[in-house]
C-alpha cells in the first residue's frame, strides 16, 4: 500500500531523517517507534508534504507521492491524524465530522460514514452539538479518528494517538484502532509507548536520531533484547 | 438639544452599519488567510468608482448594479490573489501580517494614485431621484438611501454567517482560519480557500463602496478613512462573528456621533479611538470574538 525509499528530511540546514526506508502493507497496523526527538513526527509530515524531503521516494498504491499537493493525498486515500489537537476546536462536533468528510471520495457516502463512525463512538453521538474545544482528551482523539474516517481512508496515518490520554483511554483508541484495520484500512502509527504498540502492531519500525535501526513483526521486536533494554520495563 | 442627540444617535448608528459592512470583509481576509489587507478600503473606493459610472453612463440604478459590482471587485480580488497575495500565505503567521502590510501599503498608493489619473480627485456621489428621500420618525430624519445601506450591511452579515456556518465551503473555511496545516490534512485545498475568501472580502468592499457613494460619497483618498475604521472595528468585535462586526460597527458609529455632540466635532476620532485602546486592554479579543481555545 505504502513504500517509503530513503526518506531524507531537513529542517533547513539541520538534517532530521537520514534514509529511512519503511512500508505498509494493506490491512495491517505498522508501527514507527521511538523517543521524543527521534525524527518519528517529521518522518509523517514529509510523508504528507508538508515538510519538503531533500531525497528519497513516497509511492502510495503505485503512485508517487513527492510534490502532491496535501489535499490530493487525502483524495487518493491517504488520511493523517495530526498530534495533539486532531480536531478543528472552534467548530461543533457534528461540523468537524462534516468537514471530515470534504474530499470527493468521502462526500457522496458522508451519510453513511457519519452512522458507522457513530456506531464506532457513541460517546459522539451525545456531543454533536459542542464545540471540539470543550471536549476531554481522550473525546477529541476519538473525533479526531472519527473525523479521519469520514474521509473513507485507504492508509490512516497516526501521530502519537495515545499523546496525554491515561491508560484506560489509550487502550479503548487502542481497541478501535484495531477494529479499524479488521475493516480493512491499513495503519501507520508512530508511538513512544512502545509495549501497548508491540500489542496491536503488526510489524513496526524503530527510529532514533533519524535513522531505522531495527525492524520486524512485533513478536520479534518484543523480544529483541536491544528493543527491551532501550524501551520496555524489565 | 435632545433632538440633536437624538438626530446625531440615528446618523451615527447608520454610518456605523457601514463601518460594519466594511469590516466584514477585512475580517475574512484577515481571520482566513492571515493577510491584513489595509487595501481593503481601496478596493471599497473602486467599487464606489464603478457604481458611480455604471450610474452615469449605463444609468444603472446602484441598487441594480451592487451584483454587478460585487461580481468585478470579486475577479479584482482574485488578479490580486493570484499576482500578490499569494505569495504572502506561503509564510508563518507573524512574516504573512509584515508582509501584506508592506505589499497592501503598496497597493494603496498605486491604486489611490490611478484613481486621480483616471477618475480626477473630484468627490463623487451618486444623485438618483430618490436619493433626497427620507421619512421622519418623532423627531428624527431618516435618510433613505443611508437606511437602505444599513439593512444591506445586516443582510451581508447574516447572509455571510449563514454561508460559514452551514455550506461546506463555509466548514472548509473555518476549517482553514483555524489551522491551515489541519484544514490540507482533512482534505481542503486551502489555496483555493484563500483564493475565494480573498475575492469575498474584495466584493463585500465594493459593495460597501456602491452604498458609500450613494449616501455619502467617493474620492481617490477615502480608502483609509474606511480601512482604520474597519480595523478599529475588527478589534472591538474579536474575530469570528459577523453579526458581532456589524454590532461593533454600529456602536462605533454611534459613539463617535455622540461625542462629535458632548464632546464637539474635532473630538470624535479622539473619543473612538480611545475606546479602542480600552478595549484593547481590557478585552483583546473583543467584545465577541473567543479567546484562544
Known sequence: MLAVE??????????????????VPERSIVAILGSNGAGKTTTLLALMGLLPSIGGSVTFKGESLIGVPTHVMVERGLVMIPEERPTFATMTVADNLA????????????????????????????????????????????????KALMARPDL????????GLAPIVVESIFDVIRSIRDRGVSVLMVEQHVEMTLDIADHAYVLELGRIVADGTSAELASDTRVRDAYLSP | MSRLILQSAVSGLLVGGMYGLVALGLALAFGVLKVLNVAHGELLMLGGYAAFFAFTTWGLDPFVSLPLVFAALFALGVVLYQVLFR???????????????????GLVLILQALAVR??????????????????????????????????????????????????RFGHAVRATAEDWTRAALTGI??????????????????????????????SPSIG?????KALIVVVLAGLGSMRGLVLAGLFLGLIESLAAVWVGGPYR?????????????????????????
Request: hydrophobic share 55%.
Open chain 1, 6 to 23: 530513503a526518506l531524507e528530511v531537513a529542517y533547513g540546514d539541520l538534517q532530521v531523517v537520514w534514509g529511512a526506508s519503511f512500508e
Open chain 1, 99 to 146: 468537514v471530515g468528510a470534504h474530499a470527493r471520495r468521502a462526500r457522496a457516502l458522508r451519510d453513511q460514514s457519519l452512522r458507522e463512525v457513530l456506531e464506532i463512538f457513541p460517546v459522539l453521538a451525545e456531543r454533536l452539538g459542542q464545540p471540539a474545544g470543550t471536549l476531554s482528551g481522550g473525546e477529541r482523539q476519538m473525533l479526531g479518528l472519527a
Open chain 1, 156 to 163: 490512516l496515518v497516526l501521530d502519537e494517538p495515545s499523546l
Open chain 2, 87 to 105: 505569495f504572502v500565505t506561503r509564510f508563518d503567521v507573524e512574516t504573512r501580517i509584515k508582509n501584506s502590510l508592506l505589499l497592501s501599503f
Open chain 2, 118 to 167: 483616471f477618475f480626477t480627485a473630484d468627490e463623487r456621489t451618486i444623485s438618483t431621484s430618490y436619493s433626497s428621500m427620507g421619512f421622519t420618525v418623532g423627531l428624527v430624519r431618516i435618510p433613505l438611501v443611508r437606511l437602505a445601506g444599513l439593512i444591506v450591511a445586516v443582510i451581508a452579515a447574516v447572509a455571510l454567517e449563514w454561508l460559514l456556518r452551514k455550506s
Open chain 2, 189 to 218: 485545498d486551502v489555496g483555493r480557500v484563500y483564493l475565494v475568501a480573498f475575492a469575498i472580502s474584495a466584493g463585500l468592499a465594493a459593495m460597501a463602496g456602491s452604498l458609500i457613494a450613494l449616501g455619502y460619497s467617493v
Open chain 2, 224 to 228: 483609509l478613512g474606511w480601512t482604520l
Open chain 2, 269 to 293: 476620532e479622539v473619543v473612538a479611538l480611545v475606546v479602542f485602546i480600552l478595549v484593547l486592554s481590557l478585552r483583546p479579543q473583543g467584545f465577541f470574538g473567543r479567546a484562544h481555545v
